[in-house]
């Protein structure tokens, strides 16, 4: 089976790293797997390299033209399927396959954005699913807000499978970790630097806590920068609340699970996401997770440890009760959230998972 993988970079995101990981395990199975991405973020062309899976870049300023040499591009490989993620992706996949196609398209939904419900474009793309075979959302969550979106797609074309977690590369590391090893209480997120992404609520939440809390946080960050303004906006905060001892900001890096293994919790603040792979990840790593309670992320995690993403003072709640706790009730939290997560993140179910109904019509 040939498989092309559409999306819209190779960047760091969370939506990259999971198809990705995807395309590895397909190629793993020995089926022919290729990528096609419109945007020069290569962040994982060296993954992909070592393991053999070619990358063909359309780079391409206009939005018209990208969906026509994109849309050639497809028609004219003779893939068995196709498979994309995120939005622009998926549309333009839909698009490519109109009037008519051979291959089988199954389009990857990755965000819950509540404002799909709201936006005339953003609900105008769900109503091209009709042109896919199959709809996949990585969280119950969002498949409820596409049907919501479009009502008339048929409830065969809608799929919920979860992120997979490599279980060998994401595992408890004794060697590294080392509860506070730098006498600080050590968390670590890792997301891009964008206003849903609410690093100005976390860096309010932070100032809610008294001195003596504030003495023992660090905050490590990990995330590329985007477009908008919320890191500068933040940056200015900290500065003013006088806050810089508690926060490093960091590149996105290959070496995540190291510095996940190094932490002792980890948190994600988000307004909105779909079922967020670092979430996933820190679980199967045996973390303490403090998190958004958003997406299905509150099916996994006890609800003392997720909080409205609005609310400073239920964020700040949540890292006082880190701050707190000794390291066996952290050890604890740590290993019932590995638990869960071996239970519902395996890569073997979730990757068959996906090769099922890319196979059926």
């Not at 499978?161 to 970790?177: A, L, Q, R, T």
């Not at 006498?183 to 100032?207: M, P, T």
Request: hydrophobic fraction near 40%; include cysteine; aromatic fraction near 14%.
């Amino acid at each position: 089976m040939k498989i092309l993988c559409v999306i819209d970079s190779l960047g760091s995101g969370g939506a990259q790293r999971q198809l990705v990981n995807l395309a590895i395990a397909f190629k793993e199975k020995g089926y022919e797997v290729s990528f096609l991405i419109y945007h020069d973020e290569p962040f994982y062309n060296r993954v992909l390299e070592s393991y053999d899976i070619p990358v063909c870049l359309i780079k391409e300023a206009s939005y018209i033209k990208r969906i026509f040499k994109t849309r050639k591009f497809i028609r004219s490989g003779n893939y068995d399927v196709v498979l994309s993620f995120l939005q622009a992706a998926g549309f333009i996949c839909e698009i490519s396959s109109f009037p008519f196609r051979s291959w089988r398209l199954t389009v990857g939904e990755r965000s819950a954005n509540p404002a799909i419900l709201t936006s005339i474009k953003l609900r105008f793309f769900r109503w091209f699913h009709f042109l896919a075979d199959k709809i996949v959302a990585n969280s119950n969550a969002n498949i409820k807000i596409i049907k919501k979106a479009n009502p008339l797609l048929s409830e065969k074309k809608l799929h919920v499978i979860y992120n997979f977690v490599d279980f060998e590369k994401w595992k408890p590391n004794k060697e590294i970790y080392q509860f506070r090893y730098n006498k600080k209480f050590n968390l670590i997120v890792v997301a891009s630097h964008q206003y849903l992404k609410n690093l100005n609520g976390l860096v309010e939440a932070v100032n809610l806590l008294n001195y003596n809390e504030k003495q023992q946080l660090i905050i490590h960050w990990y995330g590329s920068e985007r477009s908008d303004k919320s890191k500068l906006v933040a940056l200015e905060k900290i500065k003013k609340y006088g806050l810089t001892q508690n926060f490093n900001f960091y590149e996105p890096t290959l070496e995540i699970t190291t510095k996940v293994n190094e932490a002792d919790a980890l948190g994600l603040f988000s307004f909105y996401e779909g079922l967020p792979n670092v979430v996933c990840e820190a679980m199967v790593n045996s973390k303490p997770i403090i998190s958004s309670a958003i997406s299905d992320v509150p099916l996994f995690l006890n609800e003392n440890f997720t909080f409205n993403p609005k609310d400073i003072r239920d964020i700040s709640q949540k890292i006082k009760f880190l701050l707190d706790a000794d390291e066996n009730t952290l050890k604890e939290i740590g290993e019932s959230n590995r638990k869960v997560a071996l239970e519902y993140f395996s890569k073997d179910s979730i990757v068959n998972g996906y090769l099922s109904i890319m196979k059926d019509k």
